[in-house]
């Protein structure tokens, strides 16, 4: 079956950080494009963050560039990211996706929630 | 960055009868448009892609049109598991989504 399996969401203070891990099996996690999207609550759907197959090549939105990082392992088929120096605005559910044509699948999504 | 316009907000629609959703962006993006599904408390799940092509497993109520600036994703004979928000994605520069529109019954 294919599948990503997230986890690492949390409660932080502003200012702190926090890292999101994205399991993958069932498919060749190594050769696809992987990314970070993310859904304030209540809100539409945000990308955040892409990274080749080979790790070579990583983007951001310009609103987390320079404070977010993502990673993968693929001899352990696992996608992250780093996130430092959170805001409140931050808060929202992050979930990983493939990039085939469209992103497919997803991870069913993790909750971070930035406050004091 | 590429806006992408999504309407209406909400639409209600009773089952079994015909959805149309509009997508519109504010450059051409060729056909690099995408549709999902999203359903409360569940990730979202691609329904479209290529503008036109179904996803993998994606009945053929879903439909999907247009090319350049404006997309449509038309939903035939609705049934209950449909009802859902629905987005539209441009992958032609950069990744955008659509504000979202919430179809729910009538």
């Known amino acids: 079956e294919v599948q990503l399996v997230q986890s690492g969401g949390d409660l932080v203070q502003p200012g702190g950080s926090l890292r999101l891990s994205c399991a993958a099996s069932?498919?060749?996690?190594?050769?696809?494009?992987m990314n970070w999207v993310r859904q304030a609550p209540g809100k539409g759907l945000e990308w955040v963050a892409n990274?080749?197959?080979?790790?070579?090549?990583?983007s951001y939105v310009d609103s987390v560039r320079g404070r977010f990082t993502i990673t993968r392992d693929n001899t352990e088929n696992s996608l992250y990211l780093q996130m430092n120096s959170l805001r409140a605005e931050d808060t929202a559910i992050y979930y990983c996706?493939?990039?085939?044509?469209?992103?497919?699948?997803w991870g069913q999504g993790t909750l971070v929630t930035v406050s004091s | 960055e590429v806006v992408m316009t999504q309407s209406p907000a909400t639409l209600s629609v009773s089952p079994g009868e015909r959805a149309t959703l509009s997508c519109r962006a504010s450059?051409?993006?060729?056909?690099?448009l995408a549709w999902y599904q999203q359903k409360p408390g569940q990730a979202p799940r691609l329904l479209i892609y290529?503008?036109?092509t179904r996803a993998t497993g994606i009945p053929a109520r879903f439909s999907g049109s247009g090319s350049g600036t404006e997309f449509t994703l038309t939903i035939s004979g609705l049934q209950s598991e449909d009802f859902a928000v629905y987005y539209c994605?441009?992958?032609?520069?950069?990744?955008?989504f659509g504000q979202g529109t919430k179809v729910e019954m009538k």
């Open positions: 996706a493939a990039n085939v044509i469209g992103f497919d699948p």
């Open positions: 450059q051409s993006v060729t056909n690099n």
């Open positions: 990274i080749k197959p080979d790790g070579s090549e990583k």
């Open positions: 994605q441009q992958y032609n520069n950069w990744w955008t």
């Open positions: 069932g498919f060749t996690f190594s050769m696809y494009w």
């Open positions: 290529g503008a036109s």
